[in-house]
């Protein structure tokens, strides 16, 4: 009888094992942030900053010994310049981030040299309870820098290259 009963425990073991690694395998992932344009070449939001509806964004997962893209999704930013990406699979051996890829305006159009992607953590093995990840703001650059921007760089107290 222990003998029966130890086998019946072992075989549930095994099949929650089982269970546990398919739904891991499963795991669905959503990855959510905000695509702005930055209007003082600042590379960070100011209150200037504006959101940019209609860009494009793209989320990359690759292996982070073989450097092989294992998943990729694009989207688009909605008319809050906020995207929603979802992510399947545990990416727990991964390096997943998240890049802004093309703006809708053609005057806030280059991409920040200093903030090209922000990375994300997509695994259940991270210590984070919830499946939402939040990325760090993406976004594209005017060529020039508008006049308003002197004042914010004066109340930031920073200085600007001249």
């Given at each position: 009888m222990?003998?029966?009963?130890?086998?019946?425990?072992?075989?549930?073991i095994i099949?929650?094992?089982?269970?546990?690694?398919?739904?891991?395998?499963q795991?669905?992932?959503k990855?959510?942030?905000?695509?702005?344009?930055?209007p003082?070449?600042?590379?960070?939001q100011t209150k200037?900053?504006?959101?940019?509806?209609?860009?494009?964004?793209?989320?990359?997962?690759?292996?982070?010994v073989?450097?092989?893209v294992t998943?990729?999704?694009?989207?688009?930013a909605?008319?809050?310049?906020?995207?929603?990406?979802?992510v399947?699979g545990?990416?727990?051996k991964?390096i997943c981030?998240?890049?802004?890829?093309?703006?809708?305006?053609?005057?806030?159009?280059?991409?920040?040299?200093?903030?090209?992607?922000?990375?994300?953590?997509?695994t259940?093995?991270?210590?984070?309870?919830?499946?939402v990840r939040?990325?760090?703001?993406?976004?594209?650059?005017t060529?020039?820098?508008?006049?308003q921007?002197?004042?914010?760089?004066?109340d930031?107290?920073?200085?600007?290259d001249?």
């Amino acid at each position: 009888m222990a003998k029966a009963v130890a086998l019946v425990s072992a075989f549930c073991i095994i099949a929650f094992a089982a269970a546990t690694a398919h739904a891991h395998s499963q795991e669905v992932f959503k990855v959510e942030g905000d695509v702005y344009c930055d209007p003082c070449r600042l590379q960070f939001q100011t209150k200037l900053s504006q959101k940019l509806p209609g860009s494009k964004v793209r989320l990359v997962c690759t292996d982070a010994v073989t450097k092989a893209v294992t998943y990729s999704v694009e989207g688009v930013a909605n008319a809050d310049g906020h995207y929603s990406l979802s992510v399947t699979g545990d990416h727990e051996k991964d390096i997943c981030e998240v890049r802004a890829v093309a703006s809708p305006k053609s005057d806030c159009a280059e991409i920040m040299s200093e903030v090209e992607s922000s990375r994300i953590i997509c695994t259940r093995n991270s210590g984070i309870h919830t499946p939402v990840r939040f990325a760090n703001p993406l976004g594209f650059m005017t060529k020039d820098i508008i006049p308003q921007c002197l004042d914010v760089v004066k109340d930031l107290e920073l200085f600007l290259d001249a």
